[in-house]
């Protein structure tokens, strides 16, 4: 008997697949900062040490979906939606007749087609509306970059279930995203689609967007300093951190460079999301690193 | 003291030899992608720095999968260090799908889950990294005998969890030339 065969067979991920994760340039610029560091940096290191981190539980399920399971997409999906103001829960306005429906149902063969009239109705109201119709379905429209808008961010379902996306072309007025449902499904859908933030909403997608993308700074290469702060404060960004480059060297500032030492006039090189919604800024006196 | 251009020269080379299997160990262990890339960029630091006791050939992986696994120990304590020189490859990791475990294996992860860490690290050193007890007894700082007992035991416990769960596997036969050729 040999239960190690068993666990190879369980391994999360293969070396291969690690390697293939990281870019040429991230595994070489590893290297070379490493090189660089000197003795100061080292009797520096706890200048950067970090306080253990507070743990955002919403930022934190999105990214785990897949792994960690229904119920906390199911938190995600309740918290994410709820802005101050809006109606959550049993407090309903007249009868739900009297109410333009958020989702609309059709039929196609075997198959219930359900899409979405209203991309910013209260989640509770979806769910009453697939209720009325027998099915146990949670849907979720949650804020997105504009390039996630209209796709999958997650799904749970027992299998079968489709899921209809308006990939790029989901803005807040108008979404084609639904969910193809067979006649005899009987099972709990979970779904949650991306639709495009509204100004100054922040994204409520994962750490695991695109870098730079989850905080809502994109397109950020080669614009000043001044100009990619307007743009963060308009998305209400506050976290910032600045990484310094000139000339391939991160010198005179290995661990990053103070914000009081920042010139509003550089340029940003890159915007990386860094952990829990704070954004790591690189920037330098040049339009490039 | 080598001098500066050596000193680099052996580390680019055990940093090309060892970065993915560095990174897949530490992959393994943790989903969570901020950890794993300053566990990664913290374990060549610290082998950057400590150039002079990096043993030679076949030991110098399990060496580093044993600062990775003791860096990684701090991260599950709370003390976490956010290293600038993780930052892009933070970036990178967390830009990953998320692994599913197929729902056939999950038995086999459960009950690694529920068996002290020792035991889990000690299967998962010859599941995963493919180490032999002599490479163990590196990366754990203790000997090799030590290792086959503790294996040993850990091997029961591991069969034990599985059976708790009513999971049916038929194990596997060993094979020639399985990583443990240790037998305890």
Redesign the interface.
């Known amino acids: 008997?040999?239960?190690?065969?068993?666990?190879?067979?369980?391994?999360?991920?293969?070396?291969?697949?690690?390697?293939a994760?990281?870019?040429p340039?991230?595994?070489a610029?590893?290297?070379d900062?490493?090189?660089a560091?000197t003795a100061e940096d080292?009797t520096a290191?706890d200048t950067?040490?970090?306080a253990?981190?507070k743990v955002s539980p919403r930022r934190r399920l999105l990214?785990?979906?897949?792994?960690v399971g229904v119920t906390a997409a199911a938190a995600v999906v309740v918290t994410s939606s709820a802005t101050p103001g809006q109606r959550v829960g049993p407090v309903q306005v007249g009868p739900p007749s009297a109410q333009a429906a958020a989702l609309s149902f059709s039929r196609e063969g075997d198959y219930l087609i359900v899409k979405v009239k209203d991309p910013v109705a209260d989640p509770a109201r979806y769910r009453r509306e697939f209720a009325a119709r027998g099915l146990n379905v949670d849907l979720t429209l949650a804020p997105s970059s504009p390039k996630r808008a209209g796709s999958v961010l997650f799904l749970e379902d027992d299998g079968d279930v489709q899921v209809i996306t308006a990939e790029g072309a989901c803005g807040p007025e108008t979404c084609g995203v639904g969910v193809k449902i067979p006649s005899s499904y009987t099972g709990h859908v979970n779904v949650v689609f991306g639709r495009t933030a509204r100004p100054g909403e922040q994204y409520d997608t994962?750490?695991?967007?695109?870098?730079g993308e989850g905080v809502g700074l994109s397109d950020v290469k080669g614009r000043t300093v001044a100009d990619v702060l307007a743009e963060a404060a308009r998305r209400h960004i506050t976290r910032i951190e600045y990484?310094y480059e000139e000339d391939g060297s991160?010198q005179p500032y290995?661990?990053?460079v103070p914000a009081d030492k920042v010139d509003k006039n550089w340029y940003v090189h890159d915007a990386?999301?860094?952990?829990e919604g704070q954004v790591?800024i690189f920037v330098g006196p040049e339009p490039t690193g | 003291m080598p001098p500066p251009d050596e000193k680099r020269r052996r580390f680019e080379a055990m940093y090309a030899a060892n970065h993915d299997p560095v990174l897949g160990y530490v992959l393994r262990r943790t989903a969570d992608p901020h950890d794993a890339a300053d566990v990664l960029a913290e374990t060549f630091l610290t082998a950057w720095r400590r150039l002079d006791d990096v043993p030679p050939d076949d030991q110098t992986r399990p060496w580093l999968y044993g600062v990775a696994r003791r860096v990684l120990a701090n991260h599950r304590r709370g003390e976490r260090r956010r290293l600038a020189l993780g930052d892009r490859l933070r970036a990178d990791l967390a830009d990953r799908p998320a692994v599913e475990v197929s729902a056939d294996l999950r038995p086999i992860m459960e009950a690694l889950d529920g068996l002290p860490e020792r035991d889990r690290e000690l299967l998962t050193l010859v599941g995963w990294e493919d180490l032999d007890a002599g490479q163990i007894a590196i990366v754990l700082g203790c000997s090799r005998n030590a290792v086959r007992i503790r294996l040993h035991r850990a091997r029961r416990r591991f069969t034990r969890e599985l059976e708790r769960r009513g999971a049916l596997f038929e194990m596997p036969a060993p094979q020639v030339g399985v990583a443990n050729g240790d037998p305890a």
Do not use: C, W
């Not at chain 1, 666990?7 to 291969?16: G, H, Q």
């Not at chain 1, 990214?63 to 792994?67: K, L, P, Q, R």
């Not at chain 1, 994962?206 to 870098?211: E, I, M």
């Open positions: 008997m040999n239960p190690e065969l068993l666990i190879r067979k369980a391994a999360p991920v293969t070396d291969e697949e690690a390697a994760m990281v870019r340039q991230t595994r610029d590893l290297a900062r490493i090189m560091t080292i290191e950067f040490a970090e253990p981190r990214y785990g979906v897949a792994v994962a750490p695991g967007d695109t870098p990484r991160d290995p661990n990053g990386l999301a860094g952990s790591i």
